[in-house]
C-alpha cells in the first residue's frame, strides 16, 4: 500500500513501475490531497473517487512489492495527455518501495501462558 499526503487537493496522480515506467492506476486526490493505492486493477484505469463513486475490484489485486513512482500528471477528456519518458517530473525524490508483507502475531487479551 502506498498514501501520497500534501499534494494537490483533487489532481491526478499515477502509480507506475519506476523500472519500466509502466502506468499502473491513475487516482485523483481528495480534498485534502490525499490518496492510497493499494487495489490495483488488472488493466490501466484512471479513476476519480468523487465522481465514479467506488473503485472497482473485480479485476484485479493488492499492489505488489516492488518500487513505484508516483507521478502528477495532466488527464484531458479521461485521457492522459503526457509522455512520461520525456517528463521532467521523474526523479528520484518521488520513487517509493512496497515491502512484501510481514507476518504480525495477534495476542488474545484472554490468552494465557503457562
Known amino acids: 500500500m502506498v498514501t501520497v499526503t500534501g499534494a ?3 489532481a491526478p496522480l499515477t502509480l507506475v513501475r519506476a523500472g519500466t515506467l509502466e502506468r499502473i492506476l491513475t487516482i485523483y486526490t481528495d480534498d485534502l490531497g490525499q490518496v492510497t493505492f493499494q487495489y490495483v486493477p488488472d488493466d490501466f484505469l484512471i479513476f ?3 465522481v ?15 518500487q513505484y513512482r508516483i ?6 477528456d479521461g485521457a ?4 512520461l ?3 521532467p517530473r521523474l526523479t528520484d525524490d518521488c520513487i517509493v ?3 512484501p508483507p510481514t507476518a504480525s502475531t495477534i495476542t488474545s487479551p484472554n490468552a494465557s501462558t503457562m
Open 8 to 10: 494537490t487537493p483533487r
Open 48 to 50: 476519480d473517487p468523487v
Open 52 to 66: 465514479q463513486g467506488v473503485l472497482p475490484t473485480t479485476a484485479g489485486g493488492s499492489l505488489d512489492p516492488g
Open 71 to 76: 507521478v502528477a500528471e495532466e488527464v484531458t
Open 80 to 83: 492522459i495527455s503526457s509522455t
Open 85 to 87: 519518458a520525456a517528463s
Open 97 to 99: 518501495s512496497v515491502p
